[in-house]
């Protein structure tokens, strides 16, 4: 049975999509099967994953686009649902075990306004916060981890994301602004759980970007330390060239630590903390 797990934070540019990314990659390096969701219509996974000129090509018609418009144009085939999800090892050699990618598009924006007007199947079975549930949840099995990608909000299809989800990280940079968001997203996720039959789980807040010279991040993450004593992860993602170089996709096939560089070790050692943390056996 696959751990689902959602990344979000209600700030932009704190690092979900690379640490996604980082943890998709580094589970399907140890062999395990990682089904990832972009739920962003900035598409920022799905450029990681693919690259510019696959994702061009995959764009819109085989991304999620698909999938949210047939459903608010009452059209039901799980097949062809299935038929938009891509297999991926990037542009890394030695994966164990390929990424299977549902792509995200631009388009997305324009469906997030409509999904409102969705009209609610027979006994209001089908709404707009279980459309990812329907078309996919059965598909779940087949993997070992579902990582959802999620923009930054709290819409109909984040919640698509959270309502199916085991757990949930919270990506962020220690700075005030982008730590604003935290509160917010536990807030909301203790409604949620009010209605689910088994908790969403808070797995923790990840560190990105961060500089160890910088006195605000320094302290920022002392605080952080302070409120949220057990939930932070030990390891943080620091801001490097070798993280700004994964969006660099190349054409020839790279080892996974040729790929990360000086990061390899910072997202291995999350990932073990990830699966530990959800009570998974650790990846190796």
């Not at 990659?25 to 690259?51: E, T």
Request: with cysteine; hydrophobic share 40%.
């Amino acid at each position: 049975m696959a751990h689902v797990s959602t990344i979000i934070n209600l700030k932009g540019g704190v690092g979900k999509s690379t640490l996604t990314y980082g943890l998709a990659m580094v589970l399907a390096h140890s062999g395990k099967r990682v089904l990832v969701f972009d739920l962003d219509p900035q598409s920022n996974s799905s450029v990681l994953f693919l690259g510019n000129q696959r994702w061009n090509e995959a764009n819109p018609t085989q991304t999620l686009v698909e999938v949210f418009k047939n459903e608010l144009e009452g059209k039901f085939d799980e097949n062809k649902s299935l038929d938009i999800l891509i297999s991926t090892n990037g542009d890394i050699s030695d994966l164990r075990s390929p990424v299977t990618l549902a792509a995200s598009s631009p388009q997305l924006m324009d469906i997030q306004e409509r999904l409102p007007l969705m009209r609610p199947g027979d006994y209001f079975l089908e709404t707009p916060v279980n459309i990812i549930q329907r078309r996919f949840g059965t598909h779940f099995m087949n993997f070992d981890y579902v990582l959802f990608d999620c923009p930054p909000s709290l819409g109909l299809i984040p919640m698509n994301a959270l309502l199916i989800s085991d757990s949930y990280i919270i990506p962020t940079i220690a700075d005030r602004v982008s730590t604003s968001g935290i509160e917010s997203v536990l807030a909301r996720v203790s409604k949620i759980n009010r209605f689910r039959s088994h908790e969403l789980r808070f797995l923790g807040i990840v560190i990105s970007k961060y500089r160890e010279q910088s006195s605000m991040h320094n302290t920022v993450l002392r605080e952080l330390n302070t409120k949220y004593t057990a939930t932070l992860f030990r390891q943080r993602i620091a801001e490097s060239n070798a993280v700004s170089e994964l969006g660099n996709f190349r054409d020839i096939g790279l080892t996974i630590r040729q790929k990360f560089s000086s990061a390899f070790d910072s997202f291995r050692i999350i990932a073990e903390e990830f699966t530990s943390r959800a009570g998974i056996e650790t990846a190796k």
